[in-house]
T-cell receptor
Framework: EPEVTQTPSHQVTQMGQEVILRCVPISNHLYFYWYRQILGQKVEFLVS????????KSEIFDDQFSVERPDGSNFTLKIRSTKLEDSAMYFCASSEPRAGGLGETQYFGPGTRLLVL | KQEVTQIPAALSVPEGENLVLNCSFT??????LQWFRQDPGKGLTSLLL?????REQTSGRLNASLDKSSGRSTLYIAASQPGDSATYLCAVEGSQGNLIFGKGTKLSVKP
């Protein structure tokens, strides 16, 4: 069964460093998302991406964050200058093309655990 | 602003019991509602999706209902097993496609 994959599974970085989290969505999906979950807290939406552009972003997704689909398979989240509070589990998700405006199931990857020291 | 609440926060039951997990949301203008399972330190596994026009969905021992007008959903698990132990998350999808999650119910099924 197709699944969303993410690399790396764990990343430790120093405050102020840039990190790139990578995701390979399910191949026929057209909608891509990043979410994060700080330890012990709710899963929070960061950004959605469709047709090579951001379609929606939350207030968490500030100028330090960016997303890119560099080729036909990868979807990346870049944090330019990491802060301690960026430590969290980051999840990528993807969904199929929407039929008649209805929502489709979002399929999540296993996550990347980011620790900023 | 949409808020999603899940009650109870934790639940412990003996194996074999039927149980109900509750989810409520403040804004009834949703596209769908999704139930997920999260194992410790792991990703989210989608269990069921209910479109806003639907009342319920079933998959195996799981049944999810949706009452959009009252802002409520329930996840019914029949004949619980120790392997069902996990955190169950409810999420609603708004008009922009993003999911808004509750904090989850941590379920423990004792053998």
């Amino acid at each position: 069964e197709p699944e969303v994959t993410q690399t790396p599974s764990h990343q430790v970085t120093q405050m102020g460093q840039e990190v790139i989290l990578r995701c390979v969505p399910i191949s026929n999906h057209l909608y891509f998302y990043w979410y994060r979950q700080i330890l012990g807290q709710k899963v929070e939406f960061l950004v959605s991406f469709y047709n090579n552009e951001i379609s929606e972003k939350s207030e968490i997704f500030d100028d330090q964050f960016s997303v890119e689909r560099p080729d036909g398979s990868n979807f990346t989240l870049k944090i330019r200058s990491t802060k301690l509070e960026d430590s969290a589990m980051y999840f990528c998700a993807s969904s199929e093309p929407r039929a008649g405006g209805l929502g489709e199931t979002q399929y999540f990857g296993p996550g990347t655990r980011l620790l900023v020291l | 602003k949409q808020e999603v609440t899940q009650i109870p926060a934790a639940l412990s039951v003996p194996e074999g019991e039927n149980l109900v997990l509750n989810c409520s949301f403040t804004d009834s203008a949703i596209y769908n509602l999704q139930w997920f399972r999260q194992d410790p330190g792991k990703g989210l596994t989608s269990l069921l999706l209910i479109q806003s026009s639907q009342r319920e969905q079933t998959s195996g021992r799981l049944n999810a209902s949706l009452d959009k007008s009252s802002g409520r959903s329930t996840l019914y698990i029949a004949a619980s097993q120790p392997g069902d132990s996990a955190t169950y998350l409810c999420a609603v999808e708004g008009s922009q496609g993003n999911l808004i999650f509750g904090k989850g119910t941590k379920l423990s099924v004792k053998p």
